[in-house]
Structure formats: C-alpha cells, structure tokens
C-alpha cells in the first residue's frame, strides 16, 4: 500500500493561499505593484512563485508516476482522467451557470457556444464577453489556464518515459548497476551516490525524479 502521509495537500492549500492573497487586490484595479514581493523585487510576486511550485510538485509526482509503472496506455488514461473531467467541469460551469452574472452581454449564443467547444477540446480558457466589466481583468476564469501547460507537461514526462531516460538502466564493466549518463550522473561528470543504491523504487523514484529535473535544467540550452 502507498504511504500517503505526507504533506502536499498542506503544500497545495498554502499555495492555493498564496494565488489568492496575490491576485485579490490586482483583480481590483490592475495594479499589481501593491503586491507585496514586487514591492520588493520589482518583478516576482507570490502568486508566480505558487504557480511555480504548483509545476514543480506536481512534475515530481507525475514523473514518480511514470518512473513507477511506465506503461504508457496506463499514464495517459490516468492523466486524461485526472485533468479532464475536472476541466471540463470547472470550464462549463463558468460559462453556463457563472456567466450570465457577470456580463450583460448574450451568453447562450450558438456562435459563442461553439467557440467554447471547441475552445474547451484544446484546454482553453472559456470565454465570456465582456465579464466583470468595467473590471480590468475580464476572465470569467483564468486560472484555467494552468490546465493546458500541464497537460503539455505530462506529454514531455510520457516522452521522457518512451525514450528510456526515466527508468532506464545499464550496467558497468564491473557489473554494478548504474543510471544512464543523463540520470545517474551530474552535468560535470560526477556520479550519482542513489546509482549504487539497493533498488526499491518506492524509495528511490523520487530523489531520481529531482536528479533527473536538475539535469535538465543545468543543461545549456
């Protein structure tokens, strides 16, 4: 049974917390220099690093995932049943149900109905004219579109999968198991201590998955 006792749904909520307490006074007045981190830097805000943490987490645990079972039929169901049904949801409800509260414009056109379908099939954003006006920030929505980004994340992590930089494995002249360059190794060369380690995946995957994102991101582009 996996242990579950840990604390992402804590990293989740002060995350959620974050976005929120960022984005409430620039949903007011488009002004974003109040924001208490860009009072600061200039640029970061706390709703960018939230979002950011929110792709790290959960590029952890997806790349966990492929790394633990990498059938690829089974990691696009699971990643399809994971982000569409709640998109969906959250994307008709905005338009039919939350929209025609805050726009004075027509909501329930058929040229409007199917610019959402369609919109909806690609991970879009939905659109309803006009919402919040005379609001600066005029989605009904907009958070959904986070949604799109990491779909597109589990497709890089499905092609990592494929190609065999996830899970892939060899064994040196001496016959000690090894990573392949790419994961078991830093980008100067060094080896990686978890290469020698008793394989038990549970314990491993995700230590591998921060290897293998360092790698990534050390690499010159």
């Avoid at 979002?51 to 790290?56: E, K, R, Y």
């Avoid at 409007?112 to 005029?138: K, Q, W």
């Amino acid at each position: 049974m996996v242990n579950r006792h840990n604390n992402f749904g804590t990293l989740r909520l002060l995350f959620a917390s974050l976005v929120i307490a960022s984005h409430t006074p620039e949903l007011l007045d488009g002004d974003r220099s109040r924001e208490l981190l860009t009072m600061l830097f200039g640029t970061l805000t706390f709703g960018g690093l939230a979002v950011n943490g929110f792709f790290l987490m959960s590029g952890y645990l997806i790349t966990k995932s492929m790394d633990s079972d990498p059938d690829l039929v089974k990691f696009a169901v699971n990643r399809v049943a994971r982000i569409v049904p709640g998109f969906f949801a959250a994307f008709w409800i905005s338009i039919l149900l939350v929209g025609p509260f805050v726009t004075m414009q027509p909501v329930y056109t058929g040229d409007l109905m199917i610019e959402n379908l369609l919109g909806s099939l690609i991970l879009r954003t939905p659109t309803v004219p006009g919402a919040f006006e005379p609001a600066p920030i005029h989605h009904v929505n907009g958070a959904l579109w986070t949604i799109a980004w990491e779909f597109l994340c589990y497709m890089a992590v499905a092609a990592l999968g494929v190609v065999g930089l996830l899970n892939r494995r060899f064994r040196s002249a001496d016959g000690r198991r090894r990573w392949p360059d790419c994961v078991g190794c830093y980008p100067d060369g060094s080896s990686d201590p978890l290469a020698d380690q008793h394989d038990d995946r549970e314990q491993l995957s995700v230590r591998r998955c921060l290897r293998l994102w360092r790698y990534i991101l050390s690499v010159p582009g």
